[in-house]
């Protein structure tokens, strides 16, 4: 019984480390794309029109 529940234990403290670095990589990816949007709109000649960010449904920023 000792054996199963030290297993248990085990797991889910590594299930709780793991989906704190996946958190933290998500929020950084976050922080990182709404730069890149930030500085996209922010040049005015090659900004997304207002009137088409109005219509989407969805921005997908692809690094390069």
Do not use: H, W
């Not at 085990?10 to 998500?26: E, Q, R």
């Not at 000649?45 to 088409?52: A, F, R, T, V």
């Amino acid at each position: 019984m000792r054996l199963i529940t030290l297993t248990v234990t085990l797991a889910l403290g590594c299930a709780l480390l793991s989906a704190k670095d996946t958190k933290t990589k998500t929020a950084n990816r976050l922080d990182d794309a709404a730069t890149l949007f930030s500085e996209i709109m922010g040049t005015p000649d090659k900004s997304i029109p207002q009137d088409l960010l109005d219509k989407s449904y969805c921005v997908v920023l692809v690094p390069a």
